[in-house]
């Protein structure tokens, strides 16, 4: 039973740093292709800035450089739920209910991951963990683990 729990308090911080930099990467391109034409999307040939696609391609490109370094994860996670749930509300639930048949899967993935992230943070990996927004939980983390560590002892003296 401890090797499962040690196992998932090992991992899932990890895992959950995989996962962000992996969706802002994904996120990150399609910023990158409204306002950079990296990669080249012919819909976004005359892209101005200041225009709704323009806007929502600085806070793709922007945003989703710094979740994908883990810098202000829960503050730009939040604005990025909040973004993908205006495009998905205005540009696919008008053409459908269900997001399978209006194109709007991603946007509504999207919407939810980063309401994770805004929540949970950035993980281990990220520059907020390896600044001051780790000292904080450092402290609730250094309790559990004596504790953990004071249950194991108790439990190695007992069986002998």
């Given amino acids: 039973m401890n090797y499962d729990k040690d196992f998932s308090s090992i991992w899932t ?20 292709a409204k306002l950079l034409h990296i990669p080249h999307v012919s819909q976004f040939d005359n892209v101005q800035l200041t225009s709704l696609v323009g806007v929502a391609g600085l806070l793709e490109l922007l ?4 979740l994908l370094i883990g810098l ?7 604005i990025l739920s909040g ?4 495009a998905y509300f ?6 459908g209910l269900l997001p399978i048949l209006n194109g709007g899967e991603l946007a509504a993935i999207y919407s939810f991951v980063f309401l994770y992230f805004a929540v949970a943070g950035g993980g281990l990996w990220s520059v907020d963990e390896r600044s001051g927004a780790r000292a904080n939980r450092l402290t609730r983390r250094t309790r559990a683990d004596a504790e953990f560590d004071q249950r194991a002892h108790e439990d190695a003296e007992h069986q002998l």
């Fill in 72 to 78: 202000f994860t829960r503050p730009v996670a939040f």
């Fill in 13 to 32: 911080p990890r895992l959950q740093s995989i996962l962000r930099i992996v969706v802002a990467g994904l996120f990150l391109m399609h910023g990158s």
């Fill in 90 to 95: 205005m540009a696919h639930q008008p053409r």
């Fill in 63 to 66: 945003g989703g450089f710094l």
């Fill in 83 to 86: 973004e993908m749930a205006i």
